[in-house]
């Protein structure tokens, strides 16, 4: 694989050489040296390069987006994946609309993460970008024939919809868009579910449980969604977009402790937030903890949540939902669950911001389940040893001897963060 760094910094272009060396099978890497060449001329042979990662300020006068926006329709112009100091999520918007293939803040980046990026991005021939495209362009068509503005509803005279950037996650019965609001040039996340694939009723009943739920909470450790709706043929969410990933990719890197308290205490302000209100997550892991332009985090993906006391109930006797590593005792013996369940996930993902391990491993989700029922709580090792009383408790196999509350734990939480536990 031709790679090719146009950076300004020698030292990050040579962090860069030695992550993807690691981590890639003999990669043919070029430095492309702002500081002495100056931008490409018109004659540069792109062609010659599988993948570009190209930094978004290159110097005082130099913009790597205005390099992307001048030479990206040029023929053979490679995958592009923009590097960022800077955690704005305009920039990683206005990227993608550029062309490239992905975008990354430079403070996220691990050989792992660096290397599966490339290796994406690289997979993207032209013949599939352009699949993708129409797949799009079909997709706008449909949504922007949704009516998602209650003022225009009430006019009846104007149609608000969506324009999409592109596809970034794909399911069996729905996909997940980066797109634009078309009334206010609001970049968000747009989850679009295909109602005419769906036998099973309850899938559509799920889905909007899971607009309604998150658009009954208002609180800055959750996940804001803006609109929602439903046609003949389509159901659709409408959410905040969060540019700088997810908790798992964070996680590839050890956390320091005083990071990871302050993490939890701020994901529990989101668990505080929903059990407020009745509805308990069930799926509370690393991937579902997302962050902003500005590093704050909130809580996302309530696709299997449900509000405490209703009818409506999305299982059945027995049936498990959630993920094993992070899952309650009794959520996986498949019995009626409570917040407290959420708590025991948090516990969970608590040990694992501090150690950088998982509590329980095992080959298959049965035996995970089962290590979460019958297995002695996890210690933690020596040096972390002031916080395993808050891990017995928050782990604690049966609901009772858990915290009984969020705000309780975060009472906790706070304590630990001052130096007082």
Known sequence: MNILIIDDSVDFRALVRLYLTKELDNPKITEYQVEKLGRPPDNFDWSRYDILLLDYKLSETEDGLEWLQAYGKKPGFPPT??????????????????????????????????????KNSASHSPQKLQ??????????????????NKEALRKADSDIGYKFVRIIGEGAMSKVYLAERVA????????????????????????????????????PFVVHIYEHGLTETYGFIAMEFFS?????????????????????????????????????????????????????????DFGIS??????????????????????????GAGKTIDHRADLYSAGVL???????????????????IYKHIYDEIPRLPPELGRYQPIIDKAMAKAPQDRYQSAKEFIAVLEAAERGEF
């Not at 992070?326 to 959520?331: F, L």
């Open 244 to 300: 700088r990933g997810d908790l798992k990719q964070r996680m590839e890197l050890r956390i320091p402790e005083d990071v990871a308290i302050n993490l939890m205490t701020h994901i529990v302000y989101g668990l505080d937030a929903i059990h407020s209100v009745g509805i308990v997550h069930r799926d509370l892991k690393p991937a579902n903890i997302m962050f902003r332009g500005d590093d704050s985090l909130a809580l996302a």
């Open 81 to 118: 994946i923009v590097l960022t100091a800077e955690g704005d999520e305009y920039i990683a918007v206005k990227a993608v609309k550029l062309g490239a293939a992905d975008y990354i803040n430079k403070k996220d980046i691990s050989p792992k993460r660096l290397a599966d990026m490339v």
């Open 184 to 219: 206010d040039g609001l970049s968000v996340v747009l989850k679009v579910l295909d109602l005419t694939r769906i036998k099973d009723q309850s899938l559509v009943k799920r889905f909007i449980q899971e607009a309604k739920l998150i658009a009954a909470i208002h609180s």
């Open 306 to 331: 449900k509000k405490l006391g209703q009818d409506l109930d999305l299982t059945t006797v027995g049936q498990v939902l959630g993920t094993p590593v992070y899952m309650s005792p009794e959520q």
């Open 350 to 368: 608590l040990y694992e911001l501090l150690t950088g391990q998982k509590p329980y491993q095992a080959n298959t989700p049965v035996a995970l």
């Open 131 to 148: 699949e993708d495209k129409a797949i799009m362009d079909e997709a706008t068509k449909i949504i922007q024939r949704i009516n998602i």
